[in-house]
């Protein structure tokens, strides 16, 4: 457990994505390409066949991104003018952004296996071929080669909960903060997630669970709660259609628990646990967490919090903010995240009247005094924002 993590079991133990890298693979090219360019090629349809048929739509288009037809024509798409190395690179690069540079292999023996008993997926590869389903000028073996790469990308747990984590805060890691993916990307991955993602049981699983999610034949299930949480489960066992069995049997746990299943009444299920309701002494737990973070100089706390949706500018009981406390610390690196990345408020004042450039100076901490009389300069009391609304109300706190 640290923090807003939690691990249970082998989640340390290396494994490949499999069709867990599809969804993941369909982002990173809308991303790239656009929405528009990337369903000219590929439908956004359930199939109500198996991943692996040899089967298109009516316009003879892969039915959507999350079976084996569409995958592969999507590996087609990603950098079709790179060679093998730099496309295989380029993903591997944001996989690991996703993943907030946590652990992203690759299993060569998987990659090997894969091309020599993937006679389905070449038929299908052909199958496309002759349909005209890939762009002009593609190559076809060089995809399905590109694609069997994807697919014997290695994670754990952790590294593929944070992928999942990212999914879920609309493509900004949880852990860099880093922007990863535009939130249209992580729109369009959701929806065919919930509605595709789990083999021959999607509807079911969509029935039961109401959570996007996206299994793989190695036992993976990748998870996302929207703008709360991403989980990864790995448990080899499989049922008939693929799918961990274990991993099911969690989802469907989780939202027998929570009130997280998309079409849950937030409001009046009162029989499920909803942990984004915040009780008076999560608030307070919260208000010391950041204070404390603010105190220590804990730049990646302080980031954590903000990306949590914490109000940057909450007051302890003296009415100080984390801006209050970082800047009597001296804490400089703090005070430039709060101040440049969180915007807080410099003209908050305690209950003994004290602004946070007022404590600076009191403790003779000149390095954040120039950060705050700078940033002061910038956003007066009373600094009016380009769409003419003031930057903060300041009405009780600005003489």
């Not at 990863?180 to 919930?194: F, K, Y």
């Not at 274990?246 to 942990?275: M, T």
């Not at 008076?280 to 208000?287: F, K």
């Not at 603010?294 to 914490?310: C, E, K, Q, T």
Request: charged share 20%.
């Amino acid at each position: 457990m640290d923090r807003g993590r939690h691990s249970a079991g082998d989640t340390k133990v290396p494994f490949c994505l499999q069709s867990c890298v599809k969804p993941l693979e369909y982002a990173i090219a809308v991303h790239e390409i656009g929405t528009e360019h990337v369903h000219r090629y590929v439908g956004k349809e359930p199939s109500g066949l198996k991943f692996n048929q040899l089967s298109l739509d009516e316009e003879d288009k892969p039915h959507n991104p999350m079976v084996n037809a569409g995958a592969i024509v999507i590996s087609s798409l990603l950098k079709p003018n790179s060679n093998k190395a730099e496309r295989f690179d380029y993903v591997m690069e944001y996989l690991k952004k996703m993943s907030g540079t946590e652990y992203v292999g690759f299993s060569n023996a998987t990659f090997q296996s894969e091309k020599e008993t993937g006679d389905r997926n070449f038929a299908i590869g052909y199958y496309l071929k002759e349909k005209k389903c890939f762009p002009k000028n593609a190559d076809m073996i060089a995809a399905l080669d590109f694609y069997f790469q994807l697919c014997s990308i290695e994670v754990t747990c952790e590294s593929g909960s944070v992928m999942a984590a990212t999914l879920a805060n609309g493509g900004i890691c949880p852990i860099t903060g880093e922007q990863v993916l535009s939130a249209e990307a992580v729109r369009n991955t959701l929806s065919l997630m919930h509605s595709c993602g789990m083999y021959d049981f999607s509807g079911q699983f969509a029935f039961h669970v109401g959570l996007p999610a996206k299994s793989g034949v190695s036992g993976a299930v990748l998870l996302v709660v929207p703008n709360v949480m991403g989980i990864m489960c790995w448990s080899p066992p499989l049922d008939r259609v693929g799918n961990s069995v274990r991993g099911i049997h969690f989802c469907q746990e989780l939202v027998s628990l929570f009130n997280f299943h998309n079409y849950d009444n937030l409001r009046h299920f009162a029989r499920k646990l909803d942990p984004r309701r915040q009780s008076l002494d999560d608030r307070n737990r919260s208000v010391v967490n950041l204070m404390f973070a603010a105190y220590s100089g804990d730049v990646s706390a302080l980031r954590r919090f903000a990306l949590s949706a914490v109000d940057m500018e909450e007051k302890d009981y003296d009415s100080r903010t984390a801006l209050h406390v970082a800047s009597a610390e001296g804490n400089v690196e703090a005070v430039i995240f709060l101040t440049g990345t969180c915007q807080v408020n410099p003209h908050i004042k305690d209950r003994w009247g004290n602004t946070p450039l007022d404590d600076a100076r009191q403790f003779g901490r000149d390095g954040v005094v120039s950060v705050l009389t700078e940033y002061q300069r910038l956003y007066p009391c009373s600094s009016e924002s380009q769409n003419g609304m003031s930057k903060w109300d300041l009405s009780s706190d600005c003489d």
